[in-house]
C-alpha cells in the first residue's frame, strides 16, 4: 500500500502543524505542502525548517469567499492528496471546497459548544467544570462536521495560562491519532 499524502493548512502558530510534522512525516505519512492564507503566519518557517514546502495564498487578494475556495482547489487537486489536515486554519470554507476535498479539523472545544474563533476563552469562563478538544470532518458550516474524536478535562481551579497548556496538549496528542484514523493507518 503507497503512502498516504496530505497537506496541511494553517493561519498562525503552526504549533499543531510542527507537532503533526515531526510526529508522522515522512515515515507514517507524506505531508506534501503546507498551505497558508497568512503571509506573516509564524508557521511557516516551522514547515520550512522540517523540510516541508510552503504555498502561501492570501484571502485578501481575492473578493468573495467562492474565488477564494476556488484557488485553493486548484492548488491542492494536483497533489493528489488523500486528505487535507486544517490545523488552526482561520478561514470559512465553502461548499466549492469542501464538496472537492476532504478534510479534518481540531477545535479547542467540546463541539458542538463553543464554535468559532473565541472557543478557549469562551469555554474556559463557562460555568461548565469540564473542558475538551474535538476532531472533526469538515462541511460547509463552522465547526459542524462530524466528530472523529473527543477529550475531555476537569477545568476546576485551572488558571488561564494553565487550561491553554492543557488545551494545547491535548490537541497535540489527539490530532495525530485522528489523522491516523480517518486514513485508517
Ligand atoms: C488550535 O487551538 C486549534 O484547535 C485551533 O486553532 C489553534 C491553532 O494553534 N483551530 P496552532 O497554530 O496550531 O498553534
Redesign the pocket.
Known sequence: MSIKRVTIL?S??????ENIIKKLHPHTIEIVAAITNNPLAN?IPKAQKLGIETIVIDHRDFKKREEFDQALVKIITPLNIDLAIL??FMRILTPVFTDNIKAI????SLLPLFKGAHA?EESFNSNMKVAGVSTHLVNSQLDSGDIIDQVCFNKEDMDFQTFKNK?TQI?HELFPKSIKKVLLL
Do not use: K
Open positions: 494553517f498562525g502558530e503552526g504549533g499543531n502543524l508557521g490545523a488552526g479539523n481540531i477545535h479547542p478557549i488545551i490537541e
